[in-house]
């Protein structure tokens, strides 16, 4: 009888490998606000990816902990391609650093399925606050008034927050930190007169840069945004050797099945292949930079070992 039942038994194996996936709506974990540009990229690889696979893709903002609530949340959750997160800099390699009991392994506890690309910050100010019109004179308006200066951002240990303490660091400054939760509260203050600068993500900043209400002095970038050429990197001006820029990617919990993880990768990447994909990243000055597994598994690994910022 046992015999018999064999190759029935892996006639049903078979079928349960080959079974149809995705068979229901996919949920997106957006670790960070609504708005904020983890949010939105997640919003547009998430519309394409929903349309590739037939399905949908909710995206859910779990905000907190600097992304640590979110990512968590994943981190746990079934290992089915049912859940994923919209992985960052932060979430899967400043936080090992920040925090001692980061409640997940960046590394052991994800599948690796997309490297999307990268976003350059933008240090902006309320040109009503500051009698500065460039970044030399930011620069020596803050050797001359220590401390005077307050810069906004998205939290401590956010990539926006390191991003001004590398920059005081290598400009020898001192600028007063003002964390706040997310960084459309610290933009609002800034907007509202009530911060002097910040070192803001592309995608936000643009809008209100192109609207006069702020001032871009220098980007963190090792090269100059198309959007804006015109505004020098702050290696060029005033730093040299200065480097920062938030990346973004895509995981799911570790041990989902490797048919799906590629699935979900090749639809991912097939959507960035797209023209009009490339351009709407591009008018946001977001550089694509696609990878699959193998390639972000490796990029995670570099980036964990280069510490929150080596120079600060």
Not at 87 to 107: E, F, M, Q, R, W
Not at 240 to 261: C, D, K, L, N, Q
Request: aromatic share 6%; with cysteine; glycine share 8%.
């Amino acid at each position: 009888m046992t015999a018999l039942c064999l190759p029935f038994a892996g006639m049903l194996d078979a079928h349960a490998q080959a079974a149809p996936w995705p068979t229901r709506p996919i949920t997106y974990i957006a670790p960070y606000p609504a708005g904020s540009p983890v949010d939105v990229i997640a919003r547009r690889v998430g519309q394409h990816l929903g349309q590739s696979l037939g399905q949908s893709v909710i995206v859910e903002n779990k905000v907190g902990a600097g992304g640590v609530i979110g990512t968590n949340f994943v981190a746990k959750a079934p290992p089915d391609g049912y859940t994923l997160v919209a992985g960052s800099i932060s979430t899967h390699a400043i936080n090992v650093s920040l925090y001692p009991k980061l409640p997940y392994d960046p590394v052991k506890d994800f599948a690796p399925i997309a490297l999307i690309g990268s976003s350059a910050m933008i240090l902006v100010i309320n040109p009503e606050k500051l009698p500065v019109k460039d970044i030399r004179e930011f620069t020596a308006y803050a050797r001359s008034h220590p401390g005077a200066i307050q810069f906004g951002s998205a939290g401590n240990g956010s990539s926006l927050h390191l991003a001004g303490e590398l920059f005081k660091s290598m400009t020898h400054t001192d600028l007063t930190h003002i964390p706040y939760k997310g960084s459309v509260g610290a933009m609002n203050d800034l907007l509202g007169g009530h911060l002097d600068a910040m070192f803001e993500n592309a995608p936000n900043a643009l809008p209100h840069i192109q609207s006069g209400k702020l001032l871009a002095l220098g980007v963190t970038s090792d090269h100059r945004l198309a959007s804006l050429p015109n505004v020098p990197t702050i290696a060029e001006s005033v730093a040299p050797g200065y480097s920062m820029a938030t990346w973004h990617a895509v995981f799911a919990p570790a041990r989902t099945p490797e048919a799906i993880v590629q699935k979900l990768s090749a639809a991912i990447l097939d959507g960035l292949a797209d023209p009009q994909e490339k351009r709407y990243f591009a008018d946001r000055s977001i550089d694509l930079t696609p990878g699959g597994p193998d390639v972000l598994r490796d990029f995670v690994a570099s980036e964990i070992k280069k510490g929150p910022v080596s120079s600060v």
